[in-house]
């Protein structure tokens, strides 16, 4: 049996650093033995058929391949469809009413607890907010994330510290649902 799976790297093609080919990373996934291979803009998103491994070990073995092709490190996330599209239908914020640019989900590559987040003083951030779901975090930022105080407040290394967290606006969010799905 396959599952469709989302790949979702960290950190890629950023500034003119750390390039990742959308080309040679469905090359890398076909080789290493998936299907149906897709990539979602040039930010680090891939989806794929897999009838083999789990979320973590794919996660550990694209990881892997990724050093091995472009000779450094990038921190990968894998999740699969009944997932995604999970933290789609729990986001606690008002989705269809808001502009994607002010809503985004952290994804973590474990559970996170509230203990996580104590020293952030939330009422301070207002009219931002943010909620913890399963091995995600809603962000509210309705000025946008490159104007949030409080995502550079959740993206403290002592908050994160332990954890994979990559961030997705809310189009690419509703994108990997809908490309997961077939």
């Keep these: 049996m396959t599952t469709m799976y989302a790949a979702l790297l960290r950190g890629i093609n950023v500034g003119g650093a750390r390039k990742v080919p959308m080309a040679e990373l469905r090359d890398l996934l076909e080789g290493l033995g998936h299907d149906a291979v897709r990539t979602y803009l040039q930010s680090g998103?891939?989806?794929?058929?897999?009838?083999?491994?789990?979320?973590?070990?794919?996660?550990?073995?694209?990881?892997?391949?990724?050093?091995?092709?472009?000779?450094?490190?990038?921190?990968?996330?894998?999740?699969?469809?009944?997932?995604?599209?999970?933290?789609?239908?729990?986001c606690p914020f008002p989705a269809a009413d808001l502009e994607a640019r002010q809503l985004h989900v952290t994804y973590f590559s474990a559970?996170?607890?509230?203990?996580?987040?104590?020293?952030?003083?939330?009422?301070?951030?207002?009219?931002?907010?943010?909620?913890?779901?399963?091995?995600?975090l809603y962000l509210y930022a309705p000025d946008g994330l490159g104007r949030s105080?409080?995502?550079?407040?959740?993206?403290?290394?002592?908050?994160?510290?332990?954890?994979?967290?990559?961030?997705?606006?809310?189009?690419?969010?509703?994108k990997l649902v809908e490309l997961t799905a077939s």
């Design 45 to 90: 998103q891939a989806v794929f058929a897999s009838g083999h491994g789990d979320e973590d070990s794919l996660a550990a073995e694209l990881t892997r391949a990724i050093e091995e092709r472009f000779g450094f490190a990038v921190d990968v996330i894998v999740r699969d469809h009944a997932y995604l599209r999970a933290v789609a239908e729990a």
């Design 111 to 136: 559970p996170v607890g509230t203990e996580r987040f104590a020293a952030v003083d939330r009422p301070a951030f207002l009219p931002e907010e943010f909620r913890l779901g399963d091995r995600a």
């Design 149 to 174: 105080k409080l995502a550079e407040a959740l993206a403290r290394p002592g908050v994160t510290k332990g954890l994979i967290a990559t961030t997705r606006n809310w189009n690419t969010v509703v």
